[in-house]
């Protein structure tokens, strides 16, 4: 199964600002184009770092450490983005990137690594050519459950495993795939079920052997 691509789901609007961009022009970008944060990029538009609110925010409470009760060792220590004045002085570097080509699962498994919700995404030169964000990875749990169950008899049933289109039956509703029937014995449940968990907008799979399907009195067709 071919996961979707980052290409096919990043924006390629991307504000973004040089080393050189002053702390409030910054602060006015992130208010005006309503983002959390914006890419640094040198004089041939690769990234080289992140600006984030929380970068900005350290101007606000000097990066001194904090001297509240119970803290203690784990006080912050006095950062030098407290003293910056613009992007080169405030960014976080390097900056995490994705390519175009990645598919969704490398680029979450990205952003739950580095802990971050937008990667930039570069081209072959590693020139910004976009930005994705959590929001854009979870449009593929807005697939609709016919495209989900034609691609599981196609790709999966069809292609994988050399299986007829109606050996198993395949419902899905709101992206839980029920597969009921009597597989043949070169091909076990567990195998099935991984590949469909590889489709995208699959939310949960189960596997009815045909008695069992048989008696949850399993509806014929799909969503």
Known sequence: MKHQKVGDLMSDAVVRVQGGTPFKEIAHL??????????????????????????????MWGGEPDPSPGHGEESLPIGAKAFATDAAGLMTSPAVC????????????????????RLLVVDDGGRLIGVVSRSDLLRVFLRKDRAIRTEIIEEALVKTLGLAPSSVQVDVAHGHVVLSGRLPEHVSAPVLEELCRRVDGVVAVEFRPAGEADAHGSASGGH
């Open 30 to 59: 992130l208010q005006e184009y309503d983002i959390t944060a914006v890419p640094v990029v040198d004089e041939e538009d690769r990234p080289v770092g992140v600006v984030s609110e929380a970068d900005l925010l350290q101007k």
């Open 98 to 117: 994705a390519r175009e080509e990645w598919s969704v699962v490398d680029a979450a498994r990205a952003m739950a690594r580095y802990g971050i919700k």
